[in-house]
């Protein structure tokens, strides 16, 4: 033994008694509780797809009859590839490691889809079953007697997948790895750990998750109160916020009721009324030019205003084109009739029509107004 070899010994042996002489370590047993509950959620399914797939065409034996036996072989399968799992992939070299997951439940998944196919019995590996819809409502079908009958706890479960989650999480990413000499720094740990379970301080959200996922989830919690996402005054659960915003939101943009005789603006709901009170004149000669068709542009905007002037009020009352056009052929009969009559064309000098008939010009109100809407 050459001299490096022993000093590298002696340093060794002196580290294993400085160890012992501290005493042992005392390890965090936090977790990701999220993830150790997706891993218990899974073992159902797949001791049922075993169960299935062992007994398909099977006249003797049901799924129900090898549930025990399975369930004790799949916990002893899970465990052991669990803790051969670090010493596998440490062997993989190359692209096989980097191709290697390091989602706990992937990994456990894939242990169990294994341990289904080492179960299969010769029909079920020669015929069509394996990709059969029957096989799938075969297998949830199991599932729900399980969860009826209390097969298999939740508590048990949830036990087995905090063990499966702490060895084959080698990365830490999942479960706290630190250790204490002595239970006052534990404590004190704890109390600061990012695996520590906390709960929704939201009200109305019961769910649990570990501190380091509190923002993950303070960013998607549907109870949480936050501001409109179109920035009117309210605050509401982020779970109302889509009905608000489409419904009863003051900033949600809506087309003007005049739309239909030309206004093109489009404008938060909340000053839909101030704009039709600014916009009066304009929607007034709009509506005017649609059953005034003949008539000339400098006439209808003479008319609408003296409309405007002499019926405001009224004409406030109108909020769509339906109520401001039967307005307007009441209002216009009612004003003075010269205000009234429209001009049409070019109108006949006095003197070269003395000798002639009157013409005849109707009145606002007996215009068509077929074009209604």
Same mark, same amino acid.
């Given at each position: 033994?050459?001299?490096?070899?022993?000093?590298?010994?002696?340093?060794?042996?002196?580290?294993?008694?400085?160890?012992?002489?501290?005493?042992?370590?005392?390890?965090?047993?936090?977790?990701?509780?999220?993830?150790?509950?997706?891993?218990?959620?899974?073992?159902?399914?797949?001791? %049922?797809?075993?169960?299935?797939?062992?007994?398909?065409?099977?006249?003797?034996?049901?799924?129900?009859?090898?549930?025990?036996?399975?369930?004790?072989?799949?916990?002893?399968?899970?465990?052991?590839?669990?803790?051969?799992?670090?010493?596998?992939?440490?062997?993989?070299?190359?692209?096989?490691?980097?191709?290697?997951?390091?989602?706990?439940?992937?990994?456990?998944?894939?242990?169990?889809?294994? &341990?289904?196919?080492?179960?299969?019995?010769? &029909?079920?590996?020669?015929?069509?079953?394996?990709?059969?819809?029957?096989?799938?409502?075969?297998?949830?079908?199991?599932?729900?007697?399980?969860?009826?009958?209390?097969?298999?706890?939740?508590?048990?479960?949830? %036990?087995?997948?905090?063990?499966?989650?702490?060895?084959?999480?080698?990365?830490?990413?999942?479960?706290?790895?630190?250790?204490?000499?002595?239970?006052?720094?534990?404590?004190?740990?704890?109390?600061?750990?990012?695996?520590?379970?906390?709960?929704?301080?939201?009200?109305?959200?019961?769910?649990? &998750?570990?501190?380091?996922?509190?923002?993950?989830?303070?960013?998607?919690?549907?109870?949480?109160?936050?501001?409109?996402?179109?920035?009117?005054?309210?605050?509401?659960?982020?779970?109302?916020?889509?009905?608000?915003?489409?419904?009863?939101?003051?900033?949600?943009?809506?087309?003007?009721?005049?739309?239909?005789?030309?206004?093109?603006?489009?404008?938060?709901?909340?000053?839909?009324?101030?704009?039709?009170?600014?916009?009066?004149?304009?929607?007034?000669?709009?509506?005017?030019?649609?059953?005034?068709?003949?008539?000339?542009?400098?006439?209808?905007?003479?008319?609408?205003?003296?409309?405007?002037?002499?019926?405001?009020?009224?004409?406030?009352?109108?909020?769509?084109?339906?109520?401001?056009?039967? %307005?307007?052929?009441?209002?216009?009969?009612?004003?003075?009739?010269?205000?009234?009559?429209?001009?049409?064309?070019?109108?006949?000098?006095?003197?070269?029509?003395?000798? %002639?008939?009157?013409?005849?010009?109707?009145?606002?109100?007996?215009?068509?107004?077929?074009?209604?809407?």
């Amino acid at each position: 033994m050459t001299l490096d070899a022993m000093g590298s010994d002696m340093e060794r042996v002196h580290e294993e008694i400085e160890g012992e002489s501290r005493g042992p370590s005392i390890h965090c047993d936090l977790y990701d509780t999220e993830i150790s509950h997706k891993i218990a959620q899974m073992l159902l399914p797949g001791l %049922a797809t075993a169960c299935v797939d062992n007994t398909t065409g099977d006249i003797f034996r049901t799924p129900a009859l090898v549930a025990v036996d399975l369930r004790k072989e799949f916990v002893e399968y899970l465990t052991q590839r669990s803790e051969s799992f670090v010493a596998e992939t440490a062997i993989l070299e190359g692209d096989l490691a980097a191709e290697a997951s390091d989602d706990p439940y992937e990994i456990i998944a894939d242990f169990a889809d294994d &341990f289904a196919a080492l179960k299969r019995n010769l &029909f079920g590996r020669i015929s069509g079953w394996l990709l059969s819809e029957k096989r799938e409502d075969k297998i949830d079908d199991i599932v729900q007697e399980m969860e009826l009958s209390k097969f298999w706890a939740t508590d048990r479960r949830e %036990a087995i997948a905090r063990t499966l989650l702490k060895n084959v999480d080698f990365k830490g990413a999942f479960h706290c790895v630190m250790k204490f000499d002595a239970a006052e720094d534990l404590a004190e740990h704890v109390t600061s750990c990012g695996f520590r379970s906390m709960i929704c301080a939201n009200e109305g959200c019961n769910a649990r &998750f570990t501190a380091a996922h509190l923002e993950k989830h303070d960013l998607a919690c549907p109870f949480k109160v936050i501001p409109c996402e179109q920035n009117c005054s309210e605050s509401l659960m982020r779970r109302e916020m889509d009905r608000h915003c489409i419904t009863t939101c003051p900033m949600k943009l809506v087309k003007c009721p005049f739309y239909q005789v030309g206004c093109q603006s489009t404008v938060p709901q909340g000053t839909l009324k101030q704009h039709i009170h600014d916009s009066l004149r304009d929607h007034v000669l709009r509506v005017l030019q649609r059953f005034h068709k003949e008539a000339s542009t400098a006439d209808l905007k003479r008319q609408a205003e003296q409309l405007e002037l002499s019926f405001s009020s009224e004409l406030a009352l109108a909020c769509d084109v339906k109520s401001l056009t039967t %307005a307007l052929k009441d209002l216009e009969a009612r004003l003075p009739q010269p205000e009234a009559n429209m001009t049409t064309g070019p109108q006949p000098d006095a003197h070269t029509t003395s000798d %002639a008939e009157p013409t005849e010009v109707s009145s606002p109100a007996d215009i068509n107004t077929d074009h209604e809407s």
